[in-house]
């Protein structure tokens, strides 16, 4: 693993943008995985600037999400489609037809898995994958297991999850319980993983996916046995390695 320390979250921001800013310019054709949260938030926003400043064109472009709450429509304001298109797509030259997202819309778990696994397989996997970390070392929804996932799969979430992620709703209550994500395979098979994590509520869990051992307690710990993962975190998440 590669890690990259920032002063602080603009920094860290930055400098994601940049690792997206030139596979894009290396590859017009980049296949990039994204993630929803608020970590990569500061980097979409620089992304927004170098494409309105025509440093970086998205029109080649195709996008994989992470993940997606089950039970929630594209157009719920709380969906991962909703976030992304208002954070990012909205405002870039990219074809939406290239953006993908599991369908949270569907119910049928299987199939939603299923069509994701397949999608993502015709694409080839993809060529740099964006992820944050939970504070329970979570990457995508993949939480802390007895193994490691494989293919997409429907998850319960956590309480620390539920807990986390309802800042964002009205409730707690109103959380949704299950999700779809992209399995720890798919992310493996990404040629590059750029993380990012920012403040002192991710130090536990960068230090685990860092120095700890490698194990499905810790989801993002399986990144060190990947050939080219590049932490970029500021300091405050970075202090206890
Ligand atoms: P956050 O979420 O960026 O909102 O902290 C990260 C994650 O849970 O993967």
């Known amino acids: 693993m590669r890690v990259i320390k920032t002063a602080n979250y603009e920094e860290m921001s930055t400098h994601v943008a940049n690792l997206i ?33 025509h440093l970086i064109n998205f029109s080649q472009v195709s996008t994989y999400n992470l993940d997606e709450y089950r039970g929630l429509e594209p157009t719920n304001d709380q969906s991962y489609r909703y976030f992304m298109n208002h954070q990012l797509f909205d405002h870039i030259n990219i074809d939406k037809a290239n953006t993908h997202v599991p369908d949270g819309s569907n119910p049928d778990a299987q199939a939603a898995c ?14 740099l994958q964006l992820l944050g970390i939970g504070r329970n070392g979570h990457i995508g929804f993949n939480e802390p297991a007895e193994s490691f996932s494989k293919g997409t799969l429907c998850v319960d979430l956590t309480p620390s999850t539920i807990e986390a992620n309802s800042r964002l709703f009205a409730s707690k209550d109103e959380v949704p319980k299950q999700a779809y994500t992209m399995g720890t395979q798919a992310i493996m098979y990404a040629k590059t993983v750029v993380i990012c994590a920012s403040g002192a509520d991710k ?39």
């Open 21 to 53: 800013a030139a596979e894009i310019l290396l590859n017009p054709r980049a296949k990039l995985g994204l993630a929803t949260g608020s970590t990569p938030i500061g980097a979409y926003q620089t992304l927004i600037e170098y494409n309105q400043k």
């Open 203 to 241: 130090a536990d869990a960068v230090a685990s996916m860092i120095a700890g051992p490698i194990t499905p307690e810790c989801p993002a710990s399986i990144l060190q046995l990947h050939p080219n993962t590049i932490v970029v975190a500021d300091k405050e998440a970075l202090a206890n390695c």
């Open 114 to 127: 299923k069509a994701y696994d397949e999608l993502l397989e015709q694409a080839g996997y993809v060529d």
